[in-house]
């Protein structure tokens, strides 16, 4: 018996798998659409399952198919078998075990909630709290605080949030994950509204991810057929719902308390912290907010134990971390490894260097409001201490390179320019700031009065960095100096 | 073009009577009433007020907020060209300009025909750059690709 597997993942869908799977349905072979297993450099992929082998085949075009079925191994865009791929065979997936290996929408066979629903709170937070396990949303913060705090905080209704509101450029994880492992997410939400004793979820996706919204929606319904949702869980007498609400375009609804007022319908505008969500979030109800990727490693943590996930990692830098390889790369995708990793080996290591065959001259680290480095600082492992030493921060994982083209005075612009669109503007730091710091930069880059302004930028991040309400116009400078700092000859030219 | 009010939408009260007591309910209804006409008029944002009880200026401040809740009707192809980093790595910079020169409109305008607007990460960083065209994601995105589907 031989399967196809074609994925319907958006990285796929987007460079053609549609074309590719309707090939396959043409042969009369059975096909499966498949997650993706995040080689978005190979997309579309195609999977050849024959006798218990499984080739993986990249760049797939549907005029490839008839070929790819009749000579299989022999076949020019055979990467070889999956398992062997070093792409994938380097990494440690703990989250990602599941995404691309069969149809998301199949439900697995094994579910750790069964055990979960057996725990009592405190043993599923004590968990957490042995995991060591850090908010992968971008703030690093400890997840067992805020499940202890949700937990002790008293509330008749409680709330688990989940922030799918994946804006941050370079980053695609949490979509991969929604597409190709949506119980994942499922799971690990439920357990988590266990231990806090919350039993209403909701997961906020951004209105750009419509295939993940599809997906995730059908797989909602699964879940409840299933009673992996409901009333009832699993006959337990416990109950958990989850709901999917989809944003309507708008950044700044990644920070977590603009994402609860918007979750109320309301504009986005973020709130002032304290309260935390933990105590007054949705609703002013005590909220556990998460980004995907810190709720789908829960059942990986539960299923084998807070300690083994703590043995992954550096120091406080426990477990796996999904990063996403991104820009001007050779071969960009999801790469889950522990933390502890330098920036070298995920860029040229797995990455191959850039795609346009130019030296790398930088890399953004943790999106938009993430710092640009400099090559000599490759070295460094990716762990959440020694990043901050840099001056940087991991945030989501993403890390976006680019060549020696790249002007770093147009891309401290685009920071500010990128704020001023995006800003909620209830801050005047952020709202005005980001304005006035786009002027200005386009004055250095025009070569006018570069020193006086050049010191007016400084001052304007400083006030920026400590007077803004949230990390959008907080983390704004920090793109912008690093570059000021480390690429100084692209703005005094 | 010059709007008729009418002094109530039926089916926009509808969509907003059908999402009245969901959380983020006012939310749901303006994106579903964008989803079925393209837009949010100033009728329909006074019918989704009055069904939520909310003040015309709240209704208004929420959809002002929002990217996806246009306030005008929109052409009959949409695209979107990604504009953040890792697109501007590859060149997004560059394929705006071109796109631009294609569909003759620039980025952030429309005619009667199309609209170009910038989209800030569509997920697709490791195979950049991409856009959008009528809600379907392209990666590795160049002008060939959006020239097939839509001839200048």
Redesign the interface.
């Known amino acids: 018996m031989t399967t196809a597997f074609v994925p319907l993942d958006t990285a796929a869908v987007a460079a053609g798998a549609d074309a590719v799977a309707a090939a396959v349905a043409d042969t009369g072979a059975a096909m499966v659409r498949n997650g993706s297993r995040g080689m978005c450099w190979a997309e579309p992929t195609m999977e050849v399952e024959h006798d218990g082998a499984r080739l993986a085949f990249g760049n797939v075009a549907a005029t490839d198919v008839p070929g790819i079925v009749q000579q299989q191994e022999r076949h020019a865009k055979c990467l070889g078998e999956v398992s062997e791929i070093d792409y994938l065979h380097r990494q440690t997936r703990a989250v990602f075990d599941r995404a691309g290996t069969s149809h998301p929408l199949e439900l697995p066979k094994t579910t750790v909630l069964e055990e979960c629903l057996e725990r009592d709170a405190g043993s599923l937070i004590a968990e957490i709290e042995t995991s060591g396990l850090r908010g992968r949303g971008g703030a690093g913060f400890p997840a067992h605080i805020k499940w202890r705090t949700v937990f002790d905080t008293p509330g008749e209704q409680k709330y688990i949030v989940c922030n799918a509101d994946e804006g941050d450029s370079g980053t695609f994880a949490d979509r991969i994950l929604m597409e190709g492992d949506p119980y994942r997410l499922i799971e690990g939400m439920t357990i988590a509204g266990l231990a806090t004793g919350a039993t209403k979820g909701y997961v906020y996706l951004r209105s750009e991810y419509p295939i993940a919204a599809d997906i995730f929606q059908a797989a909602l319904g699964n879940a409840y057929a299933d009673d992996l949702l409901g009333t009832d869980i699993l006959g337990s007498g416990k109950a958990f719902d989850v709901e999917l609400f989809i944003g309507a375009g708008a950044y700044i609804c990644g920070e977590e308390t603009s994402l609860l007022e918007s979750l109320e319908g309301k504009r986005g505008e973020i709130r002032v912290k304290p309260p935390v969500p933990a105590i007054s979030g949705l609703f002013g109800a005590p909220t556990l907010v998460h980004n995907v990727i810190s709720f789908a490693a829960v059942p990986a943590i539960m299923k084998h134990s807070g300690a083994w996930y703590a043995d992954m990692g550096v120091g406080r830098s426990t477990g796996t971390m999904a990063f996403q390889l991104a820009g001007n790369v050779q071969r960009g995708g999801l790469i889950e490894v522990p933390f502890g990793i330098t920036i070298d080996e995920i860029v040229n290591g797995f990455g191959g260097g850039t795609r346009s065959g130019r030296p790398i001259r930088t890399v953004q680290i943790g999106g938009p409001l993430g710092a640009y480095l400099s090559h000599d600082e490759f070295d460094t492992p990716l762990t959440y201490e020694a990043i901050a030493e840099l001056g940087a921060g991991i945030g989501h994982g993403g890390i976006v390179v680019f060549d020696d083209t790249v002007d770093l005075a147009r891309q401290a612009h685009y920071a500010f320019e990128f704020c001023e669109v995006e800003s909620c503007g209830k801050c005047m730091p952020c709202r005005l700031g980001s304005v006035r710091g786009k002027e200005t930069m386009s004055g250095i880059i025009e070569g006018r009065d570069v020193e006086q302004k050049l010191t007016i930028i400084e001052d304007l991040c400083e006030v920026m960095e400590t007077a803004s309400l949230c990390q959008m116009g907080g983390m704004t400078p920090i793109p912008v100096m690093s570059a000021i700092k480390r690429f100084p000859e692209d703005f005094r030219r | 073009m010059v709007e008729i009010e009418s002094k109530s939408d039926a089916s926009a009260r509808e969509i907003a009577a059908q999402h009245r007591d969901r959380?983020?309910?006012?939310?749901?209804a303006?994106?579903q009433i964008v989803r079925r006409f393209g837009y949010v008029s100033r009728t329909q944002e006074h019918d989704v007020a009055e069904v939520f009880n909310l003040s015309r200026a709240e209704v208004r401040?929420?959809v002002s907020?929002?990217?996806?809740?246009k306030t005008k009707p929109q052409p009959s192809v949409q695209v979107r060209v990604c504009q953040?980093?890792?697109?501007?790595?590859?060149g997004a910079r560059e394929l705006t300009k071109r796109v631009e020169t294609h569909l003759g409109v620039k980025l952030g305008e429309a005619t009667d025909a199309v609209s170009l607007d910038?989209?800030?990460?569509?997920?697709?960083?490791?195979?950049?750059p991409?856009m959008?065209i009528n809600?379907?994601?392209?990666?590795?995105a160049d002008l060939c690709d959006l020239a097939e589907q839509i001839p200048a």
Do not use: K, N, T
């Not at chain 2, 959380?23 to 749901?28: E, P």
């Not at chain 2, 953040?84 to 590859?90: H, L, M, R």
């Not at chain 2, 809600?135 to 590795?140: C, H, I, S």
């Open positions: 959380v983020g309910g006012v939310l749901i303006l994106r401040g929420i907020f929002y990217h996806d809740l953040a980093e890792a697109c501007q790595s590859v910038a989209v800030y990460c569509l997920g697709l960083c490791a195979q950049a991409s959008m809600g379907r994601p392209l990666a590795r």
